[in-house]
Nanobody, 125 residues
């Protein structure tokens, strides 16, 4: 199994930027699809974006498209979520997830078998 640890969360002003990192350890593989999800208080967990194995493609939720960018560095076993033009509605706990044995990311949380503990992102207006 893959162990995941997020970092980089914090407080930002609307219009600002934050960069989240996800460090993977254990049975890592460049073939695994990696994604970010988030969960705001009182709301269900939602898909933010994902990157395919080998980093060949990315996909994003409509709410973050054009503002967030996912990248991966398999040599360092890290996945990064660059968040620009932040909005107060981006406030949530952000989770990194790995989908072993699959090249393509999924928008469904149940399709992932490894999760990090999450990191809080708060955007003030």
């Amino acid at each position: 199994q893959v162990q995941l640890a997020e970092s980089g969360g914090g407080l930002a002003q609307a219009g600002g930027s934050l960069r989240l990192s996800c460090a993977a350890s254990g049975r890592t593989s460049s073939t695994y699809a990696m994604s970010w999800f988030r969960q705001a208080p009182g709301r269900e967990r939602e898909f933010v974006g994902g990157i395919s194995g080998y980093g060949r493609s990315t996909t994003y939720a409509d709410s973050v498209k054009g503002r967030f960018t996912i990248s991966r560095d398999d040599a360092k076993n890290t996945v990064t979520l660059q968040m620009d033009r932040l909005k107060p509605e981006d406030t949530a706990v952000y989770f990194c997830a790995a989908r072993s044995g699959r090249l393509s990311p999924s928008r469904l949380g149940r399709d992932y078998d490894s999760w990090g503990q999450g990191t809080q992102v708060t955007v003030s207006s």
